[in-house]
């Protein structure tokens, strides 16, 4: 997976990259990541799996860690797994409309 790999370099690489560098790059793919998902058509989230979206948040909070603190980063993956949630719920298709009720 793409954003894995390139989180799991940034990691690797913190302690060697200028601190606003990083901060920037991460609040970036914050915002590229969770603007993707939510910017998702109906058809496209219909192929969109829990699992995928759940692993991508999870890699996102981890990153966010390091940048923010741990209850920053929490409400702020919190705030996305509600709007994917709503977004899902407002789904025509019953398994995301499912889907989205379990996000809650």
């Not at 603007?35 to 995928?52: G, V």
């Not at 994917?84 to 989205?100: E, T």
């Amino acid at each position: 997976d793409y954003v894995s790999a390139m989180v799991d370099i940034f990691i690797q690489l913190r302690d060697y990259i200028i601190e606003s560098v990083l901060n920037q790059f991460i609040e970036d793919l914050r915002q590229s990541c969770l603007s993707l998902i939510l910017s998702l058509t109906d058809d496209e989230l219909r192929y969109a799996r829990k699992e995928d979206i759940e692993s991508l948040t999870k890699q996102i909070e981890h990153v966010l860690t390091i940048s923010h603190s741990s209850l920053e980063a929490t409400r702020v993956i919190e705030q996305f797994a509600l709007d994917v949630a709503l977004k899902c719920f407002r789904s025509p298709y019953l398994d995301k409309r499912i889907n989205g009720l379990t996000y809650i």
